[in-house]
């Protein structure tokens, strides 16, 4: 491993937070190089100050682990599977995993992994990635959100939601399923919207999943499949900050570093660090 994520200076066995990075981009179809994106945040992570001042918290503090890379192959399949066996661990040792993708269809394997009763799916991402398949691939990052539904849970939903083919959003109205766009952030307010969100998915702990292409193009210009007229970063922070208390599991996927100069895996360390603190603190806070 030639990075470590910052503070994440724990050993495994005492840690409370695992990371590790999942290099792949084998079905990305747009801009592929999420798999430099592990790097790139850990590099990245060494521009914070380990304190918090909304968390009182010091992150330095805290019992992080990074675990380095998984093991990735050129198949999807492979992949997948291998991913799978390494949440599965994780959790099994009661620890949080934290993976740091890679592209969206790792997803699938995380959620699978940390599936019990009564846990909800949220998924922050400007595409629905409801397709039964793309360019001949079931598990293509394009259609991680209908594997979920379909083979793991219905306890579902999406937000900032502002892009799809006319046949996934016909799919998404046949089927109930809990989705949300970036308009009705705008218009009605994060919380509230989220609010709404887990009043449908009726859990009590969560995994929650960022598609870095939520956040839009104009922060975050460096991801897979760009959409413009996303959510500010802002309002992905405090979305975390709501949800990490009852969070099991949580990635960030869909950086592609080489399309800035470094600003989106500035963003995407961030937002990790966030959930780590929002995880640690325990309860949830009120914004000023």
Not at 3 to 20: C, M
Not at 54 to 82: K, N, Q, Y
Not at 121 to 139: C, N, P, Q, S, T
Request: charged fraction near 25%.
């Amino acid at each position: 491993m030639s990075k470590v994520f910052a503070d994440a200076t724990s050993s495994y066995i005492d840690a409370e937070f695992v990371l590790f990075g999942a290099p792949f981009d084998g079905t990305s179809c747009f801009r592929r190089g999420s798999r430099l994106a592990p790097d790139a945040m850990r590099e990245a992570s060494y521009n914070f100050e380990t304190y918090n001042r909304f968390f009182d918290l010091d992150l330095a503090d805290l019992r992080i682990h990074d675990a380095g890379d998984i093991e990735v192959s050129s198949d999807v399949h492979i992949t997948l599977d291998t991913l799978t066996k390494k949440v599965g661990k994780i959790a099994r040792d009661k620890k949080v995993p934290i993976m740091l993708g890679g592209e969206h269809s790792l997803t699938y394997s995380c959620v699978k992994a940390c599936l019990r009763k009564n846990i909800g799916i949220l998924v922050l991402d400007a595409h629905l990635d409801m397709r039964e398949e793309y360019e001949g691939e079931k598990y293509s990052h394009a259609c991680v959100s209908r594997n979920i539904i379909e083979e793991l849970t219905r306890n579902y939903a999406a937000v900032g939601i502002r892009s799809g083919t006319k046949e996934e959003y016909a799919y998404i109205e046949e089927h109930g399923i809990a989705c949300f766009s970036s308009d009705e952030i705008e218009a009605r307010g994060v919380e509230a919207v989220l609010m709404e969100a887990l009043s449908m998915l009726k859990c009590s702990q969560v995994y929650l999943s960022i598609d870095a292409d939520v956040i839009d193009p104009s922060y975050a210009p460096a991801v897979g499949t760009p959409e413009p007229y996303g959510i500010a970063p802002k309002d992905v922070r405090t979305i975390i900050r709501k949800l990490a208390p009852l969070a099991i599991g949580f990635d960030l996927v869909e950086i592609s570093p080489k399309y800035d100069s470094g600003g989106t895996a500035l963003l995407g360390a961030k937002l990790v660090r966030e959930f780590i603190a929002a995880k640690a603190a325990g309860s949830e806070h009120e914004e000023d």
